[in-house]
């Protein structure tokens, strides 16, 4: 009988954690990223746009708290002042970040936390549209970073955001190329979670 009444108790709990457990919704994501270099010798690299894009999952703890990741391929870079040089750095990027809904997972939104990305692919382009080959070796391959962002969502499942990412790590490695910038990115994002509210 104490069996029977332990495992019964036991079902009770699980039954009960699964239903206190997150609600989980999938998105998609895309925007337009405004990047260029932060750091020591940046003074000839400006801002030039590239595009970002991706999924984003959101994990809610509550109406208002819950945790967003995504996984993003993110266009950055600097174009060289008196030139027409366009410097390009293609990322897979991986932000985690702690969301604050102001309304009951609706409308005004704050979020915030780390990111890491991969680089794929660096390329230099000249005024004509050439590509100038690049040693990838030469950069680093993991990019270290922090995310903070103001949007707004829709109860449709839509949202727009403001965002604003920064490296904490060089672009290149020690003493080579680009070893004392860092990656300086602002950008607008339009998001859709599907299953809207």
Avoid: H, W
């Amino acid at each position: 009988m104490k069996k029977v009444l332990l495992s019964v108790a036991l079902l009770a709990g699980t039954v009960a954690v699964a239903n206190a457990q997150t609600t989980t919704r999938f998105g998609v994501k895309a925007g337009v990223n405004y990047t260029t270099f932060s750091g020591d010798g940046v003074e000839n690299a400006k801002y030039k746009f590239g595009a970002v894009g991706g999924l984003a999952a959101n994990f809610g703890f509550s109406e208002s708290l819950s945790l967003q990741t995504e996984l993003l391929y993110s266009q950055k870079g600097a174009e060289i002042k008196g030139t027409d040089f366009n410097f390009k750095l293609n990322y897979i990027e991986l932000p985690i970040m702690f969301r604050y809904t102001l309304s009951d997972g609706k409308g005004p939104f704050l979020q915030a936390g780390p990111q890491i990305g991969y680089l794929a692919k660096v390329k230099l382009s000249d005024g004509d549209g050439n590509n100038i080959d690049l040693d990838n070796d030469a950069y680093q391959n993991i990019a270290l970073g922090y995310v903070a962002a103001v949007g707004y969502q829709l109860p449709s499942g839509l949202s727009i955001e403001g965002r604003f990412n920064g490296d904490i790590n060089s672009v290149g490695k020690d003493d080579d190329v680009n070893d004392q910038q860092r990656n300086r990115v602002f950008s607008v994002q339009l998001g859709y979670m599907f299953g809207g509210k």
